[in-house]
């Protein structure tokens, strides 16, 4: 039997947010007592594998922990306990809200993602005019991002990660953004993306439609615990009745 090959392994997952809670200056300063800090934990001990081609959907309602584990798998966040192995492989996060510098201009951003990515100036430079024509955007390109409607910068989210591509690729509920024809292209691109069956793909998403149609395996995630793992057509079933 011929022994998978993963892109992608976690071990003991936790992750822990600090949360200070509100003390007055006059008090922090005559209490001989230190503020109290507490810690939730958002990921409890999450295990898993992907295999190197796969495309893994991971569910869960809200506050399950599912983007936070998909930014500890970007190296966005650490882990408080346990390990995450990708094995050398290159990884791109799609995701409303991450990365851009606000004051930069959307090509001055393409240049600094793609370097963040790993990729050499020259490289990105050599994919600029694609990467610009996909996202549509005309002369905004060259304003400052915090002029961007939600649209426009997840057009130029998506162009960036799509047009410089990685071998793993997460992508955090972004197809759901965007025009209808924007949603109609992207939705193409990322199947187009996804065919590669070198390239690794995670997605996190609430649409059940989403999951449905492109992805080979689920990881359900209940309160920051793997609830269960299998294939999509084993598990989105349940996760839907358990969801009614």
């Given at each position: 039997?011929?022994?998978?090959?993963?892109?992608?392994?976690?071990?003991?997952?936790?992750?822990?947010?600090?949360?200070?809670?509100?003390?007055?200056?006059?008090?922090?300063?005559?209490?001989?007592?230190?503020?109290?800090?507490?810690?939730?934990?958002?990921?409890?001990?999450?295990?898993?594998k992907v295999p190197k081609g796969?495309?893994?959907?991971?569910?869960?309602?809200?506050?399950?922990?599912?983007?936070?584990?998909?930014?500890?798998?970007?190296?966005?966040?650490?882990?408080?306990?346990?390990?995450?192995?990708?094995?050398?492989?290159?990884?791109?996060?799609?995701?409303?809200?991450?990365?851009?510098?606000?004051?930069?201009?959307?090509?001055?951003?393409?240049?600094?993602?793609?370097?963040?990515?790993?990729?050499?100036?020259?490289?990105?430079?050599?994919?600029?005019?694609?990467?610009?024509?996909?996202?549509?955007?005309?002369?905004?390109?060259?304003?400052?991002?915090?002029?961007?409607?939600?649209?426009?910068?997840?057009?130029?989210?998506?162009s960036i990660t799509a047009i410089?591509?990685?071998?793993?690729?997460?992508?955090?509920?972004?197809?759901?953004?965007?025009?209808?024809?924007?949603?109609?292209?992207?939705?193409?691109?990322?199947?187009?993306?996804?065919?590669?069956?070198?390239?690794?793909?995670?997605?996190?998403?609430?649409?059940?439609?989403?999951?449905?149609?492109?992805?080979?395996?689920?990881?359900?995630?209940?309160?920051?615990?793997?609830?269960?793992?299998?294939?999509?057509?084993?598990?989105?079933?349940?996760?839907?009745?358990?969801?009614?």
């Amino acid at each position: 039997m011929e022994s998978k090959e993963y892109a992608i392994e976690v071990e003991n997952l936790k992750i822990r947010y600090r949360c200070l809670k509100k003390v007055s200056i006059r008090k922090s300063l005559f209490s001989p007592k230190k503020s109290k800090v507490e810690t939730f934990e958002a990921v409890k001990g999450i295990s898993f594998k992907v295999p190197k081609g796969e495309i893994l959907g991971i569910i869960g309602k809200n506050g399950s922990g599912k983007s936070t584990l998909l930014r500890a798998l970007a190296g966005i966040f650490s882990a408080d306990e346990g390990t995450i192995d990708l094995h050398g492989h290159s990884v791109s996060l799609l995701s409303i809200g991450v990365g851009f510098q606000k004051k930069l201009s959307g090509r001055e951003n393409i240049l600094l993602s793609g370097i963040l990515l790993g990729f050499t100036e020259t490289q990105v430079r050599e994919k600029m005019d694609e990467i610009i024509a996909f996202s549509e955007l005309g002369d905004f390109i060259d304003l400052p991002v915090k002029t961007y409607s939600s649209g426009m910068y997840s057009k130029l989210a998506f162009s960036i990660t799509a047009i410089l591509e990685t071998e793993i690729m997460l992508v955090d509920e972004v197809l759901s953004v965007g025009d209808a024809k924007f949603k109609k292209k992207s939705f193409k691109k990322m199947r187009q993306l996804i065919s590669n069956k070198e390239r690794t793909v995670v997605i996190v998403s609430h649409n059940s439609d989403t999951i449905n149609r492109l992805c080979n395996s689920v990881l359900w995630i209940h309160d920051g615990l793997v609830k269960m793992q299998g294939t999509t057509q084993e598990v989105m079933p349940k996760y839907e009745e358990f969801m009614a």
